[in-house]
């Protein structure tokens, strides 16, 4: 199979599994896996933010939440220990989830564990590539669920996710989100938290 097959196959896969989250979401009036919306969002942002990205940078974007629904948080104890937790698990499952699906596609080992290691969030400070990631799950956040967010939430809340949400952000990420439409309440609670940072 050659470079191009392989990461067609993959993206095909990832999305196959996706497409089974229970959970839906509205896209263009329609409803749409959420799972499966979330990696076409990430795939988006990343050619937007880095065009010509890299195979395995696309690959580890798309597969950030594959199989998300099938850990909840409710698993795990409900208190801030508890939610390192269930994160922690969720990425081990995603990379459990990805690494037969790249194999079966004909990736290089090599190749396969540059993805783990993307989507595990591991060497976050070295690792440009998972710097960019990390700019892109940030930016996607901004874009696609900040304001969800913000109406199930007190304003300090929020204010206190989104400052934490910029301190991960790259600088050429955080002058990107002027090109999102934003609410203008979305907009201030931003400026606050820059701000305060």
Same mark, same amino acid.
């Given at each position: 199979?050659?470079?191009?097959?392989?990461?067609?196959?993959?993206?095909?896969?990832?999305?196959?599994?996706?497409?089974?989250?229970?959970?839906?979401?509205?896209?263009?009036?329609?409803?749409?896996?959420?799972?499966?919306?979330?990696?076409?969002?990430?795939?988006?942002?990343?050619?937007?933010?880095?065009?010509?990205?890299?195979?395995?940078?696309?690959?580890?974007? &798309?597969?950030?939440?594959?199989?998300?629904?099938?850990?909840? &948080?409710?698993?795990?104890?409900?208190?801030?220990?508890?939610?390192?937790?269930? &994160?922690?698990?969720?990425?081990?499952?995603?990379?459990?989830?990805?690494?037969?699906?790249?194999?079966?596609?004909?990736?290089?080992?090599?190749?396969?564990?540059?993805?783990?290691?993307?989507?595990?969030?591991?060497?976050?400070?070295?690792?440009?590539?998972?710097?960019?990631?990390?700019?892109?799950?940030?930016?996607?956040?901004?874009?696609?669920?900040?304001?969800?967010?913000?109406?199930?939430?007190?304003?300090?809340?929020?204010?206190?996710?989104?400052?934490?949400?910029?301190?991960?952000?790259?600088?050429?990420?955080?002058?990107?989100?002027?090109?999102?439409?934003?609410?203008?309440?979305?907009?201030?609670?931003?400026?606050?938290?820059?701000?305060?940072?």
């Amino acid at each position: 199979m050659q470079k191009e097959g392989q990461f067609k196959n993959a993206l095909e896969e990832f999305d196959r599994y996706n497409a089974k989250d229970p959970n839906k979401e509205k896209a263009n009036g329609q409803p749409v896996p959420k799972e499966l919306l979330y990696a076409q969002r990430m795939t988006d942002r990343l050619l937007k933010y880095l065009p010509g990205a890299p195979a395995y940078l696309q690959l580890a974007a &798309r597969a950030q939440h594959i199989g998300r629904w099938e850990i909840s &948080r409710s698993q795990f104890p409900m208190d801030k220990k508890g939610y390192f937790q269930w &994160r922690n698990k969720l990425k081990e499952h995603h990379a459990a989830i990805a690494e037969p699906i790249l194999k079966n596609s004909g990736f290089d080992l090599v190749t396969i564990e540059k993805i783990k290691s993307l989507i595990l969030k591991k060497e976050i400070a070295a690792n440009p590539d998972m710097q960019t990631l990390e700019d892109v799950i940030c930016l996607v956040f901004l874009e696609y669920y900040c304001e969800e967010f913000a109406a199930k939430h007190k304003n300090e809340k929020v204010i206190d996710i989104l400052r934490k949400t910029i301190k991960k952000m790259s600088t050429n990420a955080i002058h990107s989100v002027s090109a999102i439409p934003l609410t203008n309440k979305i907009k201030s609670m931003i400026d606050e938290a820059s701000t305060n940072n």
